[in-house]
């Protein structure tokens, strides 16, 4: 059975960080992208950060451009996201994904496998 397990996630205070990890089961997931999406209440969900199956390519929305870093170990089926500088806005449900795509993509229709997500909540 494939599955995507996210922890890490976890009440901080603003200026603080958090690093959160995606575990892969079931089969390799070293040749698919990965991303990570987050939902905050009453939005959509958005794209946070993705990295090709590589590793060789990453890509992070503008609003944590400089603040998170996404990387993976393929011997481990792992990803992770560390997020530095927390700021409130921050605060969203943190999903990750996988899915076999060239490079890596923006939109959640592109990966085929989902987490449940982990809590980020930033306090100030």
């Known amino acids: 059975q494939v599955q995507l397990v996210e922890s890490g996630g976890g009440l901080v205070q603003v200026g603080g960080s958090l690093r959160l990890t995606c575990a892969a089961s079931?089969?390799?997931?070293?040749?698919?992208?990965m991303g990570w999406f987050r939902q905050a209440p009453g939005k959509e969900r958005e794209f946070v950060a993705a990295?090709?199956?590589?590793?060789?390519?990453?890509y992070s929305a503008d609003s944590v451009k400089g603040r998170f870093t996404i990387s993976r170990d393929n011997a481990k089926n792992t990803v992770y996201l560390q997020m530095n500088s927390l700021k409130p806005e921050d605060t969203a449900i943190y999903y990750c994904?996988?899915?076999?795509?060239?490079?890596?993509?923006?939109?959640?229709?592109?990966?085929?496998?989902w987490g449940q997500g982990t809590q980020v909540t930033v306090s100030s």
């Open positions: 079931g089969r390799s997931f070293s040749y698919d992208a």
């Open positions: 990295i090709s199956w590589s590793g060789g390519s990453t």
């Open positions: 994904a996988a899915g076999r795509i060239t490079g890596w993509s923006t939109r959640p229709s592109s990966y085929a496998y």
